[in-house]
C-alpha cells in the first residue's frame, strides 16, 4: 500500500546542509583546479578512506533533529508527523559517509535521492517534499520560480548563541516575500514607508495573498493539529518576526485569522533588530529575504535565505555562500564534456 504523506511534513534536505562539507568540496575543487581529469577519481578515493569518519553538523541539523522528535507522538507509523529525506548531487558511492554519519547519529532517515552530479529539483515532487533547505542558490531559485515548495538558501551554521531546544521545534519566519507575497514590500520599496502604513491600514481587512511559505505555514498548522496537545502547550512554536509596526499590524493578524493559522508568537519590531529577538525566541530556523536581517542572525541562530520569484521587481541575484550544494562531482566534468 503506499505511503500517504497528505498530512506529513515531507521536509528535503541537501547533504551539505545537513552536514558541513565544507572542507570535502575545497579538496575536489583543488584537485579539479589541478588536473580536471583526474580530479573525480582523487575525490572518490578521497571520500571512500574517510567513510567511517565524523562529520560536522550542517546548518539543518538543528531542525532535523528537533523535527524528527516529532514522531515520538504519532498516533500510527504508517502515517508519520515528519519525513526527512537527504537528497545529494554526490553519487551513492561517495556519499557513503553521508549514510554513516546519519546513522551514527541515530537520525530516523530512511529516504534518499543521490543522483550523481545532477539537479535533485527534478525530484521534489516525487518524494512529496514541502520544503527544501539546500546550500546551492541556483537549485533554490528553481524551486520558487516554479511554485514547487518553500525553500530556502541556507546560511553557514552559527558559532554563539545558545544551542536550540530539543523538545520543541521553533520556527521564525519574516512577513512580507515570505508567508505573503511581496506587493506590500513593493510598496514600501517604491513609494516609502508612510504610503507603506498608510495602503495597509487601509487594506487591513483585505487578506495578503500567499507568498512563498504560505502553504508550508498550513502544513505547520496541521502537523500541530495532529499533536495530541492544544495549540498554546504545542511543541511546534511558531514565530513572525516582522519590521512592520503599526497601523501596519492588523493586516498581519486579519490574513492569518482567514487562513486559520495560530501562530504562537508574533513581534512587530519597527525596526528592532530582527536578529536579537530571533536569538531570543532560540529558533531552530529563521527564514527572510534579506540578508540584511540574516547575516547578524545567523551568527546566532540556523538560518535561510528565500529567494524573490526572478519574475518580480525585488529580484536580485543572492550571491555565493562560499558553499556548494554538495562536493561538485561529476558536475565539472559534466560541464568539461
Not at 505511503?3 to 579538496?27: C, K, R, Y
Not at 519574516?174 to 495597509?200: I, M, N, P
Not at 519574475?311 to 566534468?333: C, M, N, Q, W, Y
Request: proline letters at 7%; a negative charge; charged letters at 25%.
Amino acid at each position: 500500500m503506499p505511503l500517504d504523506l497528505t498530512d506529513t511534513l515531507v521536509v528535503g534536505i541537501s547533504a551539505t546542509a545537513l552536514f558541513d562539507l565544507a572542507e570535502a568540496d575545497a579538496v575536489y575543487k583543488a584537485k579539479y583546479a589541478k588536473n580536471p581529469q583526474s580530479a573525480l577519481e582523487e575525490y572518490r578515493a578521497y571520500m571512500l578512506e574517510r567513510e567511517n569518519e565524523p562529520l560536522r553538523d550542517g546548518t539543518g541539523m538543528p531542525l532535523v533533529r528537533a523535527l524528527l522528535g516529532l514522531n515520538r507522538f504519532a498516533p500510527s507509523e504508517s502515517r508519520p508527523l515528519v519525513e526527512v529525506v537527504v537528497m545529494s548531487r554526490n553519487s551513492p558511492e561517495t556519499g557513503v559517509r553521508v549514510f554513516n554519519n546519519i546513522r551514527s547519529r541515530g537520525l530516523a532517515v530512511s529516504r534518499h535521492a543521490f543522483t550523481g552530479g545532477q539537479s535533485v529539483v527534478d525530484y521534489l515532487d516525487a518524494f512529496a517534499v514541502d520544503l527544501f533547505l539546500t546550500t546551492n542558490v541556483e537549485d533554490a531559485q528553481r524551486i520558487i520560480d516554479a511554485q514547487a515548495c518553500a525553500a530556502a538558501v541556507l546560511k553557514p551554521p552559527p558559532h554563539t548563541g545558545e544551542a536550540p531546544l530539543e523538545d520543541q521545534v521553533r520556527i521564525a519566519f519574516d512577513g512580507d516575500a515570505v508567508l505573503f507575497d511581496d506587493s506590500s514590500e513593493l510598496v514600501y520599496k517604491t513609494e516609502g514607508l508612510g504610503r507603506f502604513h498608510t495602503v495597509e491600514d487601509e487594506k487591513q481587512n483585505e487578506p495578503m495573498n500567499d507568498g512563498p511559505y504560505a502553504i508550508l505555514l498550513r502544513k505547520l498548522a496541521k502537523l500541530q493539529e495532529r499533536l495530541p496537545f492544544g495549540a498554546d502547550t504545542s511543541p511546534v512554536r511558531i514565530a513572525i518576526v516582522t519590521a512592520r509596526s503599526a497601523p501596519a499590524e492588523m493586516r498581519v493578524i486579519n490574513t492569518l485569522r482567514h487562513w486559520g493559522v495560530y501562530v504562537n508568537e508574533i513581534f512587530f519590531l519597527g525596526g528592532v533588530p530582527k536578529s536579537k529577538v530571533v536569538k531570543a525566541f532560540r529558533a531552530h530556523i529563521f527564514f527572510d529575504d534579506q540578508d540584511l536581517h540574516l547575516d547578524p542572525a545567523a551568527k546566532h541562530v540556523p538560518s535561510g535565505r528565500v529567494p524573490y520569484r526572478s519574475d518580480s521587481p525585488l529580484f536580485t541575484p543572492i550571491a555565493g555562500l562560499g558553499l556548494a550544494d554538495d562536493p561538485p562531482l561529476l558536475v565539472e566534468k559534466l560541464e568539461a564534456s
